[in-house]
């Protein structure tokens, strides 16, 4: 389990255990952010009983800059990551990592590469 940095605003953000049922609720109402970010919709599932709202409202973001972020909607900007990885306690790697086993930065909402990425292979 990782560590909370910073102060809880909530109760419900708080790990006091969660059983089975509730982990499997918390699970179905995250939806597609698990299949955008498996690690860390797991870590809101466990951690935040899968309420995207109250983990937007502990890191101290907008809950549609969150929603809108992890269903991928738009891009996430930096400080939105940073903000998520200091609460989350998650490395980059762990919190943004997908299913297809890379991270999404290269690719944008239709899941189609990003040119100007391959354009400047020395980049």
Partial sequence: MHRFQGELKDAEAEPKGISETELARARKRLGKVYQNYPVLAEWIARNCRGNLSGFA???????????AALYGRRR???????KILAFTGLTFEEAFKSQKGGDERAEDKDGKSDKRAKARPGV
């Fill in 57 to 67: 409202r502990n890191v101290g973001l907008e809950y549609d800059a969150v929603s």
């Fill in 76 to 82: 996430m900007d930096l400080s939105l990551i940073r």
